[in-house]
């Protein structure tokens, strides 16, 4: 995997076609902090004859851009993230020197969230599936490897799906997409102590490594949003995983529906524990996030642009009262 810094501009361009009264919209912004995998090198918003402010949560490296539009006025907000990009591979043949985290951080991302208990069904279902796994990287890989073997992408989950793990667990159902798939991760592994954090984003680019069903198909990557997520091992640091896209390979890589021990998903098994191809854009690790000035409900999580009127909030996957564009590009600009 190459080890270079790619930089990429995404616009993401929002207009709410359905008016009453004051319209707000609400975009996520590019990653606030800076990662091995990441690097935001601005995030500029436009909108005309409206007001609009990044609001920034250092926690959870969430930036909000949120725009307000009076009454009569189109609502219109653009937003240009450039990001620059690296491939992410940890080594887990032994641990290495990774520079301890804060310890309040840590426990920041053990935390349950609405969504995403830690006790009860999900404790419960954690200590069997790590039952004999003797070190954190053993637990960790057992619960990657139980979601693989146990879950299931459903192509009629709408978006990226919900998250709400305990009634996944509770119901059996273990169907869903990336934001369920990876928050089941996340919520199984906190529920051993191992701190883990969803990471909301969206493809950029296409895939080098040949997986169709992980890339980018175009410029265009208005419904490409994709969550992934990452466990804090002693000794490693943040290490990458993503069981939701073994998932997505056994379902979407032609010609579909493939077994697990076809080569392309055993590949992609092996090194989604431990790797990222950074040919994605993260946004963010937030739950509950509430959106600055709205009369709605806190959204479980933001990957989405978010608008509400007078009426309330709008549904940001109909396309009909909420027309949204995002465009990423690969350009030239320097990584620093």
Request: glycine share 8%; net charge neutral.
């Amino acid at each position: 995997m190459s080890g270079s810094w790619r930089t990429y501009e995404v616009i993401t361009r929002v207009e709410v076609l359905k008016l009453s009264g004051t319209t707000r919209i609400w975009l996520p912004a590019a990653l606030i902090s800076q990662t091995p995998f990441q690097k935001t090198l601005a995030n500029t918003f436009i909108a005309d004859g409206g007001n609009a402010k990044l609001v920034e949560s250092q926690a959870d490296s969430l930036g909000i851009i949120a725009a307000e539009f009076p009454t009569g006025v189109k609502p219109v907000l653009t937003l240009t993230s450039r990001i620059s990009t690296k491939n992410c591979t940890v080594d887990l043949s032994a641990p290495g020197k990774a520079p301890k985290e804060d310890r309040a951080e840590l426990e920041h991302f053990l935390r349950p969230t609405k969504l995403m208990p830690t006790d009860g069904i999900v404790k419960a279902t954690a200590i069997e599936i790590t039952r004999g796994a003797k070190t954190d990287v053993e637990k960790a890989r057992a619960i990657y490897e139980w979601i693989v073997d146990n879950t299931l992408r459903n192509p009629k989950t709408r978006g990226c799906g919900v998250g709400d793990i305990r009634f996944m667990l509770e119901s059996q159902d273990l169907g869903g997409k990336c934001a369920d798939l990876n928050a089941l991760y996340v919520g199984l592994a906190r529920s051993v102590g191992l701190p883990a954090r969803d990471v909301y984003g969206i493809r950029v680019a296409k895939s080098d490594l040949g997986y169709k069903s992980l890339g980018a198909s175009s410029e265009k990557v208005t419904k490409a949003q994709h969550c992934r997520a990452e466990v804090y091992l002693t000794g490693y640091s943040w290490v990458p995983v993503d069981p939701a896209d073994v998932r997505k390979v056994v379902l979407e890589e032609p010609p579909g529906n493939l077994p697990l021990d076809n080569e392309m998903v055993m590949k992609a098994r092996a090194r989604l524990f431990g790797s990222w191809e950074m040919n994605w854009m993260a946004y963010n690790f937030a739950h509950d996030v509430a959106l600055p000035g709205s009369s709605g409900a806190p959204v479980g999580f933001l990957m989405y642009p978010q608008a509400e009127t007078a009426d309330g909030r709008l549904d940001c996957l109909d396309p009909d009262g909420f027309k949204y564009e995002i465009i990423s590009k690969e350009t030239a600009f320097p990584a620093s």
